[in-house]
């Protein structure tokens, strides 16, 4: 059986956390980017389809900053979420 040392235990407990913690801050973050994503296109282009909604969703941090510029000067919601995979 292996045996872990308490202060070893701890170091690993305090790791872990952290590694949870920024990961719930990431997740936060893109939900944010979409949710702000989401708002602007609705506002802009009136009812988004259930597809793009998915394909803004499913966008990286990267992906959703540089939609969110292209809604600015995007005359089309597919000119704003073309580049979407």
């Avoid at 040392?5 to 980017?33: C, I, N, Q």
């Avoid at 989401?38 to 802009?44: A, F, K």
């Avoid at 969703?57 to 992906?63: E, F, M, T, Y």
């Amino acid at each position: 059986m292996l045996r872990v040392s308490d202060e070893s235990y701890e170091r690993l407990r305090r790791a872990l956390a952290r590694h949870h913690r920024a990961e719930a801050k990431k997740e936060g973050r893109v939900e944010a980017l979409v949710e702000v994503a989401l708002t602007l296109l609705s506002h802009r282009y009136g009812k988004i389809p259930e597809a793009i909604q998915a394909r803004v969703s499913g966008a990286s941090v990267p992906q959703l900053k540089e939609l969110l510029t292209r809604i600015l000067d995007a005359t089309t919601l597919h000119e704003a979420v073309g580049k979407l995979k």
